[in-house]
């Protein structure tokens, strides 16, 4: 268990200066989740055609619609699309959680999204290490600027997600298991500068409780 992950569910807490007894929780959480749940992932890398209805993974039936995807994509040759997921038995046991003890769900909650957020970053960190001559762009998912949420279905279907993960989308175009994630990450030949980082980018920021604090997740 790292302190990185520690920091991390501090921040989906929106507590970063959390008081040393809620760091103490935190820690004591993180630490029993990590030893009984691991993220899974799965990631493939394919050529890219750009279109006028988007960017298209070729050979799939992957279209990345939006300014955001082509700003990003734009001098990529390829994408990696990852699918990460903490699995359903933490869903299952979050729910029992939230049955007896509601402040300790939400901890385990923010716990299980960091989890799984460092579950992609390993995956990133492998694609790195197989591909060291190319330069990935930042990782960014569906719902993020305006890359709409209904391609969800379509990269699940291109990593055979369901098959390998257990992972499917619902009809309003949201993942199951609940901890789960897909993204995409582009690779150039040469260094990427565009970041798609922030709150401007984040379908979120009208109902995000931490702008509305005059905060943010560090995203």
């Known amino acids: 268990m790292s302190a990185h992950l520690i920091e991390e569910t501090l921040r989906y807490l929106g507590a970063a200066d959390a008081p040393e007894a809620l760091r103490r929780q935190v820690a004591g959480e993180a630490e029993a989740l990590s030893a009984q749940f691991r993220p899974r992932y799965v990631y493939r890398v394919w050529d890219l055609d750009v279109r006028e209805d988007g960017v298209c993974l070729r050979g799939t039936a992957v279209v990345l619609r939006?300014?955001?995807?082509?700003?990003?994509?734009?001098?990529?040759?390829?994408?990696?699309?990852?699918?990460?997921?903490?699995?359903?038995?933490?869903?299952?046991?979050?729910?029992?959680?939230?049955?007896?003890?509601?402040?300790?769900?939400?901890?385990?909650?923010?716990?299980?999204?960091?989890?799984?957020?460092q579950g992609c970053d390993e995956a990133e960190r492998e694609l790195a290490a197989r591909f060291p001559e190319r330069y990935l762009t930042d990782r960014f998912s569906p719902g993020y600027g305006d890359l709409p949420l209904a391609c969800q279905g379509d990269i699940c279907a291109a990593l055979d997600a369901s098959r390998r993960l257990g992972l499917t989308v619902t009809e309003s175009c949201l993942l199951n298991p609940v901890k789960s994630v897909t993204a995409v990450i582009g690779l150039s030949d040469r260094p990427q500068m565009a970041?798609?980082?922030?709150?401007?980018?984040?379908?979120?920021?009208?109902?995000c409780a931490l702008r509305k604090g005059g905060k943010h997740c560090g995203n």
């Open 66 to 117: 939006g300014s955001a995807a082509f700003r990003m994509l734009e001098t990529c040759g390829q994408a990696a699309l990852l699918a990460c997921t903490l699995g359903a038995r933490f869903d299952l046991s979050l729910a029992a959680v939230q049955a007896r003890d509601m402040s300790r769900a939400v901890i385990l909650d923010a716990c299980g999204s960091a989890l799984t957020e």
């Open 195 to 207: 970041r798609i980082r922030g709150c401007a980018y984040c379908q979120m920021r009208e109902r």
